[in-house]
């Protein structure tokens, strides 16, 4: 059974940092595009960083680039969002997901599996 679980959310002042972590197990996940999404309260759920599954590409959002970094550890399957000078903006819950398929990496529809989420909320 595929799964992916999140872990290392929490509640962090403004300019703060947090470490998001996503272990995967089930398929051979070292192959796959690994991506990190997140939804706010009354909002749309958005793509926030991927990674290819080599490691030789990745995308960012706008609104986090230079202050987040994805990064991927393909022998123990786990995938990592480091968050530094994160802003109230950045509260939501933050879901790991997982596809074969290249490229499109911040549409969601095109992922194969999903975490359940961590909660992230910074406080301003």
């Known amino acids: 059974q595929a799964q992916l679980v999140e872990s290392g959310g929490g509640l962090v002042q403004a300019g703060g940092s947090l470490r998001l972590s996503c272990a995967a197990s089930g398929r051979a996940f070292g192959y796959y595009n690994m991506a990190w999404f997140r939804q706010a309260p009354g909002k749309e759920r958005e793509a926030v960083a991927a990674?290819?599954?080599?490691?030789?590409?990745?995308y960012y959002a706008e609104a986090v680039k230079g202050r987040f970094t994805i990064s991927r550890d393909r022998v123990d399957h786990t995938v990592y969002l480091q968050m530094s000078n994160l802003q109230p903006e950045d509260t939501a819950v933050y879901y790991c997901?997982?596809?074969?398929?290249?490229?499109?990496?911040?549409?969601?529809?095109?992922?194969?599996?999903w975490g359940q989420g961590t909660q992230v909320t910074v406080s301003s």
């Open positions: 990674v290819s599954w080599s490691g030789g590409r990745v």
């Open positions: 997901a997982a596809k074969r398929d290249d490229g499109d990496y911040d549409r969601g529809a095109s992922y194969d599996y």
